[in-house]
């Protein structure tokens, strides 16, 4: 059941407005979109926030095609509500994962994880599927309408694990003014409260991601203790991960602080004196190194290794600071933003 109230006052009524286009899109009854997070946006998390009024995105990551049918039966038994799939386009099975979301009645498929292929765009759309792409320049928001994509996302370096190098900020600045009138365009990285939501609608964006906001929900089912340490989490804790030599590229991926992450830097070094010495060849050492992540946000998310495991958090941590219901989160989020557009009435005598 939609947990959102009617617009009561006049602040309320204008938020809705801002929100009208993205909702709309969405088919949701706020514009609030849940960040695709490996383990932690499946099922549970993604029933909440569409039946809170938001709209839940599921996380394919690296399903098969026959797990993802799982999981979208899954969350339709959840919810009546509208809810999307984030496909990742390097995934070997991209084709079968489209066809997978189309057979279901999947009403909006997000490609993530690079530009998508011009015929998965075409055949979700054929299928009947809204496309939302990442776009993390001008340019490329340029072509991917022009390819097809039917809305944009622009995600800042502030958000949680991987990330490009310019921060939302920017971002808003050099894609909103020219991409906001042409489609919906949400924007995402870094935000955790109903001020900064406020400011980018009237920038022009349709509406926002979220992610790490939602990961201390009590419908999540991270491990208690992957919640407590976003809890206990500051915006500074969150950092990229650290590449020690050029000519072994590491993605950048932004999480909170560990063992896990030192330990990371030491494997780089010893990897590297491998190749140094003739060990090891260059792609065989760039693989070792690439490797060492390998089920880290399982074991983190799933099994609360908060010390080995990979603890991927968006500089928003900052902001969670108690385990709550979805519907109380975004209830919180739509009141401050609706508390900022009430303060610039003046005072009626």
Known sequence: MDMIAPATTASAAALDRLMARGAAFFGSRVAIMGGAMSWVSERHLVAA?????????????????????????GTQALTAKPFGVNLITMHPRLDQLVETCLAAGVTHIVFAGGIPPGAAIKRAKEGGAKVVCFAPALALARKLVRSGADALVI????????????????LAQEILPSMAREVPVFVAGGIGRGEAILSYLEMGAAGVQLGTRFVCATESIAHPKFKQAFIRGAARDALPTVQIDPRFPVIPVRALQNEGTRRFIEHQAVVLERFTAGVVTKDEAQLEIEHFWAGALRRAVIDGDVEQGSLMAGQSVGMVGREQPVAEIIAELMAQAEAALAARQPAVA
């Open 49 to 73: 926030l569409s039946n809170a009024g938001a709209f839940g995105v599921i996380a394919c990551g690296a399903m098969e095609p026959p797990r993802l049918a799982e999981e979208i039966a």
């Open 155 to 170: 995600e800042g370096s502030e958000a949680g694990g991987h990330i490009g190098p310019v921060s939302l900020n920017v």
